[in-house]
């Protein structure tokens, strides 16, 4: 969900990409609820994260604590934020309301990728 927004609002200036610790398939609830907000991210992936990876990046934003805690470590040339949110993938409930988590979540990072845009100018 944060590589649809970040390429949504950063624009093409910036190379946006998705890296996870493993390689999860699309989960078809984020899906649906970027539809809601009109951003197709039905084609993106997440790559494995490596070293080389991170070298080669001016921003690494991780998501929650599994990806802080985990990471490799991020040279000190590459600026870093960690986005305390939870893994919507891991609520429980019926069916609305892990729809719901999966909402709150996407809020939060339309809210916090809006305020790195505004600052990113």
């Not at 470590?73 to 993938?89: F, G, I, N, S």
């Not at 429980?92 to 939060?108: H, N, P, Q, S």
Request: aromatic share 4%; hydrophobic share 45%; proline share 6%.
């Amino acid at each position: 969900m944060a590589e649809g927004f970040a390429k949504q609002m950063l624009g093409p200036a910036w190379r946006v990409a998705s890296a996870g610790l493993r390689q999860d398939g699309l989960n078809p609830l984020a899906v649906k609820v970027m539809a809601e907000r009109g951003i197709d991210i039905s084609k993106q992936y997440s790559k494995l994260i490596d070293l080389q990876y991170l070298r080669s990046s001016d921003l690494v934003i991780t998501l929650c604590g599994d990806a802080r805690d985990h990471c490799p470590v991020v040279p000190a040339t590459v600026r870093r934020q960690h986005w305390p949110l939870p893994d919507p993938a891991a609520a429980t409930g019926t069916a609305e309301e892990i729809l719901l988590a999966f909402r709150k979540v996407r809020d939060e990072i339309a809210q916090r990728m809006t305020a790195l845009a505004e600052t990113a100018g």
